[in-house]
């Protein structure tokens, strides 16, 4: 490592970044598809911001699988090139 460059620029902080980057985008495109579904909370949640406790769960639920599904192979992938 170059120690005059920023740690902005350290490969783990960029790695770091790319992953919550891509857990965002994966949560944006779950809770898409689950409102694409015609999910019955979605007009309560917007009009007035009430949710029930159950679909408060299954919200939740999305987000985390939605999250998961490009960062789990970015993760392996990018551990193995770390070891390489």
Known sequence: MDPTLPSIAMPGNI??????????????????????RGARWVPASIARNEISPSSRDHLFAWALGGAAIPVVPAAVALGAAWRT
């Open 15 to 36: 790695a770091t970044r790319a992953l919550v980057l891509l857990a965002a985008g994966g949560t944006c495109v779950a809770l898409f598809f689950r409102a694409l």
